[in-house]
Structure formats: structure tokens, C-alpha cells
């Protein structure tokens, strides 16, 4: 549980030795640079060489992804294996010799427009064909239906529902129908028409529903151009299926283009990092950050190989914004995907990974609450891991191992509440269905120490900063607060003995006077007054436990005159600033206020105990129906298979999701806002990370 120590190392270098300088740290891999301070940087702005190299690697990319939809699908094993071709420097450098890249590139965008302008056309004959397919009974070329000096004509469409009456008053408005055709709700017309009839006959056609349809103009009949439509429609087919071969082809260059891809990026990235550096006439500087474990090593590998190198290293600057990176041990590694979904803690803070991962996989346990479902999850995500090359794809093994101990945590906590895929067992520590108050009193025990987990890192925190007396004042009056009231609910409810119950009281009504007493406190700000300090802490504290014991009835009259006479020994020593003792005792009221909010917190806790109910209830509703469902002959038993075997995955699906969110919101929430301090930069070093092949030594080989 902790933030790995780092060190700013400044580089000068000869321009000469620049170019091997900057491959030796890119192979290196443990430098995060940042931008030189000691000198001007050698381009402020975006280079032309820069800006190429972007844009070839956008075209690239636009390449890979219409490639890769003519590639067979690949299977689960291969997904989950994902084996990287292996190559060496020497072996991508060759390939990029040897393949014309921007003549792919043109070729393959080149395939891409072809196939749009055919389907393009495509498209556009199928419209002409819907089109014309209603008046295939249309027996003339349409470009005789053209108005002429004495005629008219109209083309168009009415429901069958306004036929009977288009018929009557169009006939007796002169005009002449033709039929075209029909489909399931209109009956297509041409309409023609004298000149001298125009208005009236126009009249009748809008008052009757007709709906104009304009048609092109051929030399043909429909039918002879639904014909011609579909030899082109074919020909069109037959284009695109060639072109279609023609980018499948194409495909069989896919890997190749991947490690291609990989050696432009590793190019840009290089091209992006010269713009960091500072220059003069004859030398450039670099500067950066390295785990401090990997300090001398760095500096053996640099000053080792380059004579004309100078390597500087320093201690952090409260000024400098020094990137962060986790280092725990392989247990609680996996939870570190947690921390950093909510965000880095600030360099010098509190890594809570380990903390977090036992109450995180204790949370996930209690949410499925089925050992069955414990047991496929870790199964599964084992299975997973084990196809998972860890040097390829580390964050979805730690993802994987996350849910595998998970799943682990969850086979504890299903077995304690006897719970094995719905099934009732005789052994188990307490049933949640039957004992619902004590479930939701372990999960009131599970937040409030889960609080208190987050309330002594901080302490811890601010201890080893130096602080020891303001952390348990702020903290640990909460701590001795919270835990008397929850033993007095104990009490109230006879789990815990009646005889505890002055003790508790005592110490919550301290701890509640210390807080009004305390809080409002203002730090030391001369170097004078810590003594001074001391005895007003000395004041405050005995009279909070003087009061305690005097308005509980302990100690009388003793209590009393001791917190009158604390009291009047505070007066003393205030010198007059008794208004201030007073602002400080109103702030200390208003934060005993958050004494709701630590409460709510912990009650946010029960919402494990709905998620544990709700999936043990489900998986008992699945076993009732595949149960029922054996009754059925014949096909009883593979019915009963397939309901249970769909319901519990299902189940299992629903709730793995709910219990992942919700654990992690309990850590955001509840958790994170007692000591959490975020806004940590990730370590981004500086290094060679291919996505798509493994790039190996030149010894090793390809």
C-alpha cells in the first residue's frame, strides 16, 4: 500500500548523439518526460514532418477499419488469447520497406469509394423501382402522358376507401381515368383531361383525396423499365461483388498493416516527445521522471553508452507535479483498476488499495450472496485469465482477477448464509431470508468499520506528516462518537448487555462536547503558541469529560465544580477573547450536525442487504419454476435444464453488474470522502508500447 518514490532526472546531450539518445530512452522505457524548463523548447508549435506523420497514421487507421470488415470472425479463445505477432526492429523496418503503404492506402480508400458510388447506385435504382412498380399497368411510354395544347394530364394515387367516389365525380367532370396499378392501401390513376375542364376537373381531384405522383419521363413503358432496372440492378450486384473480393483481398494484409501501425505510432510518439525538449545551438535537454528504484539503473544505460550525455538527478519540488504509480503487492494489485477509475490520489497521499481491496471484495460477496454464483465467477474469470497473456493485455487480467476474487470473496460469504444456487442447505451461519434484522446489523458493522478504515488512514496520513494531536481531535472524536451510539442501539435492541450502557453513554456525550469544543479551533499560526495551545486543548478536553460525567449524574457535585472551574481556567487563559471561545463552541455545534451524514453514510450500507436478498430470492424463484417444469412429460426434464440453466446466468449477469456498481460506489462515496485526496497524473513513461505485436530482441529473434 503505496505510491512509488520518483526522481526528476535532467539530461544535456550533444545534438549529435540526439537521435540515438532519444531511441536508447524509448527502448529504455522509464523516463516520463515533461517539457524542459532549463532551455527553450526546440518547436512550440506542431512541425510539418509532426502533422504528416498524424495524418498517415489517421489514413492508416481508416485503412484497418474497412479491412477488418472482411476478416472472419475470430473465436472466444483467440479473443481472450489475442497472440501478438513477434518481430524485432530490424524485421518492422524491413516490412516497411517493403510494402508501398500510401499506394495501399490509396488503393484500399480507392476500393472504399467504389463500392459507395455502386451502392450509391444502387440505391437510387431501387427508388426508381419502387417508384414505378404501381403503374406497371401502364401500357404507353411516359413520356407520352405530357400536357399538349388542348389536353391535361394527372398522375397520382387515392385510397381504396375514396375510390367509388373519385370514380363517379371525376367521370362527371369530364375527365378520363387510366389504370396503373395498385398496392395494399391506393389505387394508382392517370387522369386526362380537356383544357376547358382544367379548374373543374382539379377541383374534383383535390376535393376526392387524390394525392399527385410525379413520374419521370422515359421512352419506355414501367414495365419495360422495371426490366432494364433489374439487368442494371444485376450488373450493379455483380460489380459490387467483385469489388467486394477485390477488398477482401486486401484484407490478407491486415497484420501486416497492425505492426505497421504500431511502428508509426511508436514514430509519432517519438516526433511528439522532440517538441519537450530544450535546445541551444549545439546541445538539448531533457527532463523527466523515474521510480526512484530504477534511478541508477537509468543512469548506468544512459551514461554507460553516451559520453556526450550529462545526468543530473533531484528530489521532488513542492512545485512539481510529479506523476503518481501504484505499488502493491500481486494480492491486492487487481483493486488498483478501482482506484484509478475514480482517479490517482496526489503524489505524497494515501494509496488505499489494499484497504479498499478487502472491503471492496467483502462488499461483491455480500451483493450476490450465492456460493454457487461465487464459484462460476471464479471459474470463469480464471478460465479467462488463463487465456490472457499477462505482457499483452494487463488490464483486462487485472480486471479478470479482480472479478476472480470476487468471486472468491463471494463463495466465503455464500457459504456463511448458506447459499448454493438457491438451494436451502442445513449448514450455514445465519439465513438472510429468516433473519433479516441480524443481516442488516452485519452490514451496519460492515460500513461503520469501513468508515473507520477511511478515518484512520487519514489520521495515519496526517501523523506522518507530523500531526499527531489534530487528526484524533478531527477523526477520532467521530470514531468515539459513532461507536457508543451504534452500542447503544445494541443495547436498546438486546444483542449487547445492559450493563454497558453508562459506558457507552459517557462516551458518546465526550465525544459529542469534545466535538463542539474542537472543531471550531483554529490551527497555531506563531511559533510561540503550540504551548499555549496545549493548555487550551488540556481546558477543553476536561471540561467536555466533566460535563459528560455531570450531566449523565456521575461524579456529582465533583463533576460540576471541576467544569466550573475548567471553565474559568479557559476564561483566563482566553485573555479576554471570550466572544471568540464563543464563535469557537457555535462552529463546534454546527459540525456536530455531520454526525447525519456519517450516519446516512453507514446506512447506505444496507443497500447490500437488498441486492444479497434480491439475488438469493431470484435464484430461488428460478429453481421453483424449472421445478415446475419437470413436472411436463416428455420434454419435463430438458425444459427443467434449460430454466435453470438460463435463470441462474441471467441472475447471475443482472447482479455480477449490481454488485461491481454498487461496491465501487460505496468506495466513492463513503469511503474516498473520508481521507481520499485525488488529482494524481498518471506515469506515462516514455517507452515502446505496441498494441498489436511484440517487438523482441535482435538476438531472439522474430
Given at each position: 500500500?503505496?505510491?512509488?518514490?520518483?526522481?526528476?532526472?535532467?539530461?544535456?546531450?550533444?545534438?549529435?548523439?540526439?537521435?540515438?539518445?532519444?531511441?536508447a530512452?524509448?527502448?529504455?522505457?522509464?523516463?516520463?518526460?515533461?517539457?524542459?524548463?532549463?532551455l527553450?523548447?526546440?518547436?512550440?508549435a506542431?512541425?510539418?514532418?509532426?502533422?504528416?506523420?498524424?495524418?498517415?497514421?489517421r489514413?492508416?487507421?481508416?485503412a484497418?477499419?474497412?479491412?477488418a470488415?472482411?476478416?472472419?470472425?475470430?473465436?472466444?479463445?483467440?479473443?481472450?488469447?489475442?497472440?501478438?505477432?513477434?518481430?524485432?526492429?530490424?524485421?518492422?523496418?524491413?516490412?516497411?520497406?517493403?510494402?508501398?503503404?500510401?499506394?495501399?492506402?490509396?488503393e484500399?480508400?480507392?476500393?472504399?469509394?467504389?463500392?459507395?458510388?455502386?451502392?450509391?447506385?444502387?440505391?437510387?435504382?431501387?427508388e426508381?423501382?419502387?417508384?414505378?412498380?404501381?403503374w406497371?399497368?401502364?401500357?404507353?411510354?411516359?413520356?407520352?402522358l405530357?400536357?399538349?395544347?388542348?389536353?391535361?394530364?394527372?398522375?397520382?394515387?387515392?385510397?381504396?376507401?375514396?375510390?367509388?367516389?373519385?370514380?363517379?365525380?371525376?367521370?362527371?367532370?369530364?375527365?378520363?381515368?387510366?389504370?396503373?396499378?395498385?398496392?395494399?392501401?391506393?389505387?394508382?390513376?392517370?387522369?386526362?383531361?380537356?383544357?376547358?375542364?382544367?379548374?373543374?376537373?382539379?377541383?374534383?381531384?383535390?376535393?376526392?383525396?387524390?394525392q399527385p405522383?410525379?413520374?419521370?419521363?422515359?421512352?419506355?413503358?414501367?414495365?419495360?423499365?422495371?426490366?432494364?432496372?433489374?439487368?442494371?440492378?444485376?450488373?450493379?450486384?455483380?460489380?459490387?461483388?467483385?469489388?467486394?473480393?477485390?477488398?477482401?483481398?486486401?484484407?490478407?494484409?491486415?497484420?501486416?498493416?497492425?505492426?505497421?501501425?504500431?511502428?508509426?505510432?511508436?514514430?509519432?510518439?517519438?516526433?511528439?516527445?522532440?517538441?519537450l525538449?530544450?535546445?541551444?545551438?549545439?546541445?538539448v535537454?531533457?527532463?523527466?521522471?523515474?521510480?526512484?528504484?530504477?534511478?541508477?539503473?537509468t543512469?548506468?544505460?544512459?551514461?554507460?553508452?553516451?559520453?556526450?550525455?550529462?545526468?543530473?538527478?533531484?528530489?521532488?519540488?513542492?512545485?512539481?507535479r510529479?506523476?503518481?504509480?501504484?505499488?502493491?503487492?500481486a494480492?491486492?494489485r487487481?483493486?488498483?483498476?478501482?482506484?484509478?477509475?475514480?482517479?490517482?490520489?496526489?503524489?505524497?497521499?494515501?494509496d488505499?488499495?489494499?484497504?479498499?481491496?478487502?472491503?471492496?471484495?467483502?462488499c461483491?460477496?455480500?451483493c450476490?450472496t450465492?456460493?454457487?454464483?461465487?464459484?462460476?465467477l471464479?471459474?470463469?474469470?480464471?478460465?479467462?485469465?488463463?487465456?490472457?497473456?499477462?505482457a499483452?493485455?494487463?488490464?483486462?487480467?487485472?480486471l479478470?482477477a479482480?472479478?476472480f476474487l470476487?468471486?472468491?470473496?463471494?463463495?466465503?460469504?455464500?457459504?456463511a448464509?448458506?447459499?448454493?444456487?438457491?438451494?436451502?442447505?442445513?449448514?450455514?451461519?445465519?439465513?438472510?431470508?429468516?433473519?433479516?434484522k441480524?443481516f442488516?446489523?452485519?452490514?451496519?458493522l460492515?460500513?461503520?468499520?469501513?468508515?473507520?478504515?477511511?478515518?484512520?488512514l487519514?489520521?495515519?496520513?496526517q501523523?506522518?506528516?507530523?500531526?499527531?494531536?489534530?487528526?484524533?481531535?478531527?477523526q477520532?472524536?467521530?470514531?468515539?462518537?459513532?461507536?457508543?451510539?451504534?452500542?447503544?442501539?445494541g443495547?436498546?435492541?438486546g444483542?449487547?448487555?445492559?450493563?454497558?450502557?453508562?459506558?457507552?453513554a459517557?462516551?458518546?456525550l465526550?465525544?459529542?462536547?469534545?466535538?463542539?469544543?474542537?472543531?471550531?479551533?483554529?490551527?497555531?499560526?506563531?511559533?510561540?503558541?503550540?504551548?499555549?495551545?496545549?493548555?487550551?486543548?488540556?481546558?477543553?478536553?476536561?471540561?467536555?469529560?466533566?460535563?459528560?460525567?455531570?450531566?449523565?449524574?456521575?461524579?456529582?457535585?465533583?463533576?460540576?465544580f471541576?467544569?466550573?472551574?475548567?471553565a474559568?481556567?479557559?476564561?483566563?487563559?482566553?485573555?479576554?477573547?471570550?466572544?471568540?471561545?464563543?464563535?469557537?463552541v457555535?462552529?463546534?455545534?454546527?459540525?456536530l450536525y455531520?454526525?447525519?451524514?456519517?450516519?446516512?453514510?453507514i446506512?447506505?450500507?444496507?443497500?447490500l442487504?437488498?441486492?444479497?436478498?434480491?439475488?438469493?430470492?431470484?435464484a430461488?424463484?428460478?429453481?421453483t419454476?424449472?421445478?415446475?417444469?419437470?413436472?411436463?412429460?416428455?420434454?419435463g426434464?430438458?425444459a427443467?435444464?434449460?430454466?435453470?440453466?438460463?435463470?441462474?446466468?441471467?441472475?447471475?449477469?443482472?447482479?455480477?453488474?449490481?454488485?461491481?456498481v454498487?461496491?465501487?460506489?460505496?468506495?466513492?462515496?463513503?469511503?474516498?470522502?473520508?481521507?481520499?485526496?485525488?488529482g494524481?497524473?498518471?506515469?506515462?513513461?516514455?517507452?515502446?508500447?505496441?498494441?498489436?505485436?511484440?517487438?523482441v530482441?535482435?538476438?531472439?529473434g522474430?
Amino acid at each position: 500500500m503505496a505510491i512509488t518514490a520518483f526522481k526528476k532526472v535532467h539530461l544535456v546531450a550533444h545534438r549529435s548523439v540526439q537521435d540515438a539518445l532519444l531511441s536508447a530512452l524509448h527502448r529504455l522505457g522509464v523516463v516520463d518526460l515533461t517539457a524542459s524548463a532549463a532551455l527553450p523548447p526546440i518547436a512550440a508549435a506542431e512541425t510539418p514532418e509532426l502533422r504528416d506523420a498524424g495524418t498517415r497514421l489517421r489514413r492508416l487507421d481508416e485503412a484497418l477499419r474497412r479491412l477488418a470488415r472482411h476478416l472472419p470472425p475470430a473465436s472466444v479463445r483467440e479473443r481472450l488469447a489475442g497472440e501478438r505477432p513477434r518481430y524485432t526492429e530490424a524485421g518492422l523496418s524491413a516490412l516497411e520497406h517493403g510494402l508501398d503503404l500510401d499506394g495501399f492506402l490509396a488503393e484500399s480508400a480507392g476500393s472504399e469509394a467504389r463500392l459507395g458510388e455502386l451502392r450509391a447506385a444502387a440505391a437510387k435504382l431501387d427508388e426508381e423501382r419502387r417508384l414505378l412498380e404501381p403503374w406497371i399497368g401502364v401500357d404507353a411510354p411516359l413520356e407520352l402522358l405530357r400536357p399538349t395544347r388542348q389536353t391535361a394530364v394527372a398522375t397520382g394515387r387515392v385510397r381504396h376507401a375514396d375510390l367509388a367516389c373519385f370514380r363517379s365525380e371525376v367521370a362527371a367532370a369530364g375527365a378520363v381515368r387510366l389504370r396503373g396499378g395498385e398496392d395494399q392501401r391506393h389505387r394508382y390513376k392517370v387522369v386526362l383531361f380537356h383544357r376547358a375542364d382544367e379548374q373543374a376537373v382539379r377541383e374534383t381531384l383535390e376535393r376526392t383525396g387524390f394525392q399527385p405522383v410525379d413520374l419521370p419521363l422515359i421512352a419506355v413503358t414501367p414495365a419495360e423499365r422495371l426490366a432494364q432496372i433489374a439487368a442494371e440492378r444485376h450488373a450493379l450486384r455483380d460489380a459490387a461483388r467483385a469489388e467486394e473480393e477485390r477488398a477482401a483481398g486486401l484484407s490478407t494484409r491486415h497484420g501486416q498493416l497492425l505492426a505497421l501501425r504500431d511502428l508509426l505510432a511508436g514514430r509519432l510518439e517519438r516526433l511528439r516527445a522532440e517538441r519537450l525538449f530544450g535546445e541551444t545551438r549545439e546541445t538539448v535537454s531533457i527532463e523527466g521522471w523515474v521510480p526512484a528504484q530504477l534511478l541508477e539503473a537509468t543512469r548506468t544505460a544512459v551514461t554507460g553508452r553516451f559520453a556526450l550525455v550529462s545526468f543530473e538527478a533531484y528530489d521532488p519540488s513542492p512545485a512539481d507535479r510529479v506523476p503518481v504509480l501504484l505499488s502493491n503487492v500481486a494480492l491486492v494489485r487487481p483493486f488498483e483498476s478501482v482506484v484509478e477509475l475514480y482517479g490517482l490520489p496526489r503524489y505524497g497521499g494515501i494509496d488505499p488499495t489494499s484497504v479498499l481491496g478487502f472491503f471492496f471484495a467483502l462488499c461483491f460477496g455480500v451483493c450476490l450472496t450465492d456460493a454457487g454464483y461465487g464459484i462460476l465467477l471464479a471459474i470463469a474469470a480464471g478460465a479467462a485469465m488463463a487465456y490472457t497473456p499477462p505482457a499483452s493485455f494487463p488490464a483486462r487480467r487485472r480486471l479478470l482477477a479482480l472479478f476472480f476474487l470476487g468471486g472468491l470473496a463471494t463463495i466465503v460469504v455464500g457459504a456463511a448464509a448458506g447459499g448454493w444456487f438457491g438451494f436451502p442447505v442445513r449448514w450455514r451461519l445465519f439465513d438472510p431470508l429468516q433473519q433479516i434484522k441480524l443481516f442488516f446489523a452485519l452490514a451496519v458493522l460492515l460500513g461503520t468499520a469501513h468508515l473507520f478504515a477511511g478515518l484512520t488512514l487519514r489520521i495515519v496520513h496526517q501523523v506522518r506528516r507530523g500531526k499527531v494531536l489534530a487528526p484524533l481531535l478531527d477523526q477520532g472524536l467521530w470514531m468515539t462518537l459513532i461507536a457508543p451510539l451504534l452500542g447503544l442501539l445494541g443495547v436498546a435492541s438486546g444483542a449487547l448487555p445492559a450493563a454497558l450502557k453508562p459506558g457507552l453513554a459517557f462516551a458518546a456525550l465526550a465525544s459529542a462536547l469534545g466535538i463542539v469544543f474542537f472543531q471550531g479551533r483554529r490551527e497555531p499560526q506563531a511559533p510561540h503558541e503550540p504551548a499555549r495551545e496545549r493548555l487550551h486543548h488540556l481546558a477543553w478536553g476536561g471540561l467536555a469529560l466533566s460535563l459528560a460525567l455531570h450531566l449523565l449524574g456521575h461524579a456529582r457535585p465533583w463533576s460540576g465544580f471541576a467544569a466550573v472551574a475548567l471553565a474559568l481556567a479557559e476564561v483566563a487563559l482566553l485573555r479576554g477573547r471570550v466572544l471568540g471561545a464563543l464563535g469557537r463552541v457555535g462552529l463546534g455545534l454546527y459540525s456536530l450536525y455531520g454526525i447525519s451524514g456519517y450516519l446516512s453514510d453507514i446506512l447506505s450500507y444496507s443497500r447490500l442487504v437488498a441486492l444479497g436478498l434480491g439475488s438469493g430470492t431470484v435464484a430461488m424463484v428460478v429453481n421453483t419454476m424449472a421445478s415446475q417444469a419437470l413436472a411436463m412429460p416428455v420434454v419435463g426434464f430438458l425444459a427443467a435444464a434449460l430454466i435453470f440453466t438460463v435463470g441462474h446466468l441471467f441472475n447471475l449477469a443482472i447482479n455480477l453488474l449490481g454488485a461491481f456498481v454498487h461496491s465501487c460506489r460505496l468506495q466513492y462515496v463513503e469511503f474516498f470522502t473520508k481521507f481520499y485526496e485525488s488529482g494524481g497524473r498518471a506515469y506515462t513513461p516514455f517507452r515502446m508500447a505496441p498494441k498489436h505485436v511484440t517487438i523482441v530482441d535482435e538476438a531472439r529473434g522474430g
